[in-house]
C-alpha cells in the first residue's frame, strides 16, 4: 500500500520544447518526441511507462511544432491529466528556463523529470520511484563519455557533486539519462533557484542541471540510482534512432 501512495502522489514533467536540430531533417515537419522507434512514438512509449508505473498527471513543457504534440496527447491518452505549457522563448533558451515554466504546475508536489527524448523500460522509472532516494538523478555507469553528455561525479556515499557536460570524463561515475526524481520539499527551493538563475539572461541557455548543482552547494543532497545494464536510449542523432531500433526490436 505504502507503495501506491508514493506514485500517487508523484506528478510528471516532459520537456518537449527543443527543435531537435541535430536529428533534422527527420524534425523538419515532425517535434522529436513524435519520431517512432519501431511502431511507437518516443513520447507514446514514455508516458505509457509513466502511467503503468501509477504516475497520472503530467506538465509539458512545449515549444517548436507545440501543437502536434498536443493534439497527440489529446488524441492518444485522451484519460491523461495533461497541462500544456508553452515556452515562447525555445529557440534561445535551454531546459532551465523551460523546467522553470513547468514548476508553478508542480505546486509543490513531488515530481519526476523526464528529458522528451528518452526512450526507456518502465522498470528504471518503477525503480527510480521506490528507491529510497528523495532527490535521485537516474545514472548509467556503464557507457563511454564526450562532451555532449551530462557526466555525475558522486561521492563515497553515493551522493551527487556534480551533473555537467562540463565535468571531465575521468572523474565522472557515469551520464546522467535525463530522468530524475524530485521530492516535494526540494521541489519549492528548485523553482526559486530557477527563478533567481533566469533572472539573468546569461543564464537564459544553462541546463537544468545547473539548478541542481546549485542546490547541492546549498546541502541539498542529491543522489544516484544505477541503471546500467537497463534498457535505455537518448534519441540525439539519427545513429540514436538506430541504435533506440535495436535496443527496443523485440518489442515493435
Not at 506514485?7 to 519520431?35: E, H, W
Not at 504534440?69 to 491529466?81: E, G, Q, S
Not at 538563475?197 to 545547473?210: A, K, P, R, S, V
Amino acid at each position: 500500500m505504502k507503495d501506491i501512495e508514493q506514485k500517487i502522489k508523484f506528478k510528471a514533467i516532459i520537456l518537449a520544447a527543443g527543435v531537435g536540430s541535430r536529428i533534422k531533417p527527420l524534425t523538419d515537419n515532425c517535434p522529436k518526441s513524435l519520431l517512432k522507434v519501431g511502431r511507437e512514438t518516443i513520447l507514446n512509449r514514455m508516458i505509457t511507462n509513466i502511467q503503468k508505473n501509477g504516475i497520472h498527471e503530467v506538465v509539458f513543457v512545449l515549444g517548436y511544432l507545440e501543437e502536434q504534440i498536443k493534439n497527440y496527447v489529446k488524441t492518444h491518452f485522451p484519460d491523461l491529466n495533461a497541462h500544456f505549457v508553452r515556452n515562447d522563448r525555445y529557440a534561445e533558451t535551454n531546459t532551465g528556463f523551460s523546467l522553470m515554466l513547468a514548476m508553478d504546475l508542480i505546486q509543490g508536489s513531488g515530481f519526476v523529470k523526464f528529458d522528451a527524448d528518452v526512450v526507456f523500460d518502465k522498470q528504471i522509472l518503477k525503480d527510480l520511484i521506490e528507491s529510497e532516494y528523495t532527490n535521485c538523478l537516474c545514472v548509467d555507469k556503464n557507457i563511454n563519455l564526450d562532451a555532449e553528455e551530462i557526466k555525475v561525479i558522486i561521492d563515497d556515499e553515493n551522493k551527487v557533486i556534480k551533473a555537467s557536460k562540463k565535468v571531465d570524463p575521468k572523474d565522472a561515475a557515469g551520464e546522467s539519462i535525463g530522468i530524475e526524481k524530485i521530492s516535494s520539499e526540494t521541489a519549492k527551493l528548485l523553482l526559486a533557484e530557477l527563478k533567481t538563475m533566469m533572472e539573468d539572461e546569461q543564464n537564459h541557455q544553462e541546463y537544468y542541471e545547473g539548478a541542481y548543482e546549485r542546490l547541492i552547494e546549498k546541502n541539498v543532497p542529491f543522489y544516484t540510482l544505477d541503471v546500467s545494464g537497463q534498457k535505455w536510449t537518448e534519441i540525439d542523432t539519427k545513429e540514436d534512432l538506430i541504435t533506440a531500433e535495436k535496443i527496443f526490436n523485440e518489442e515493435t
